[in-house]
């Protein structure tokens, strides 16, 4: 699914309709679409993901129920999730006009989105082996972080364009608070 995600970002140049959401404007000049989106949103995305994977993982006794497989694949979500962060701050310096043509920018936001929803298969799988052990409040704990960032991922794919989102600004604003981020 992460794949074809990848693909369809790509292919689809990013949806119109993203134009209505506050974080981003779409303009047209002729054959040429530019899309300038609200950086500190993007970033605030991908460090709810970062945030989540600490998070979860800070948690000892449900990172010992996932067991370490997951646990190293969680981490090396996490640690190229921030990998992807810090090429896009790196990349856009605070602000971020993409241009259909302008590839590198376009795929440092791709890349992130991507980076951001494999960090949340591989928290998934983990939390999934976590939930047949852990029954205090801690992986409710877990799950509710869990949750959050799901719910970021809606809302910056409501941001792009490529769904639908029904997450309402304070749902969002509920979220990156659960997940310590301003």
Known sequence: MIQSRRNFLRSSGLVVAAGALTACTITTNGK??????????????????????????????????????????????????????????????GSLTISYDNTSAKTRVDTLLVDLNAAAVALRAGLAAAQQTVTNGAINTAITTFNALLTVIDAFEGLLGISLTSVTTTQEATALSTLAVK
């Open 32 to 93: 040429t679409t530019t899309l300038t989106l609200n950086t500190a949103k993007v970033k605030a995305y991908g460090q709810a993901g970062i945030n989540a994977v600490t998070t979860i993982l800070s948690v000892t006794s449900i990172a010992t129920a996932m067991g370490a497989p997951a646990v190293a694949a969680i981490e090396a979500a996490g640690v190229t999730l921030s990998a992807s962060l810090s090429a896009f701050a790196s990349e856009t310096n």
